[in-house]
């Protein structure tokens, strides 16, 4: 059985920074592209990082750029989102989702992805 994990949330200062991690455990299935999704209580679950297999295509959402990057390592079947100059606005429950039939392309769109974590919970607070 395929199971996605994340790590890392929890409750940080306004300005600081947090890497969350999403690993694949279980049977790993083949070449997959990755997204970063979240959902803050009473809002639709909303993209925010995606990733290729091989790392060469990324994309992040406009309200998120410049201060979040996603990376990978394949060998350790896991992928990293890295939080910088975190804001209240930043507040969710994060999820990482697999689309296995997208290697090298990322999409936004939440239904496209076939595999998704229980989440991990990210709260910005002064």
């Known amino acids: 059985q395929v199971q996605l994990v994340e790590s890392g949330g929890r409750w940080v200062q306004i300005g600081g920074s947090l890497r969350l991690a999403c690993a694949v455990t279980g049977r790993t299935f083949s070449e997959h592209s990755t997204g970063w999704f979240r959902q803050a209580p009473g809002k639709e679950r909303e993209f925010v990082a995606g990733i290729s297999w091989e790392g060469d295509n990324v994309y992040l959402s406009d309200s998120v750029k410049h201060r979040f990057t996603i990376s990978r390592d394949n060998a350790k079947n896991t992928v990293f989102l890295q939080m910088n100059s975190l804001r209240p606005e930043d507040t969710a429950v994060y999820y990482c989702?697999?689309?296995?039939?997208?290697?090298?392309?990322?999409?936004?769109?939440?239904?496209?992805?076939?595999?998704w974590g229980q989440g991990t919970q990210v709260t910005v607070s002064s």
């Open positions: 989702a697999a689309d296995v039939a997208r290697t090298e392309v990322v999409t936004t769109t939440s239904w496209s992805y076939d595999y």
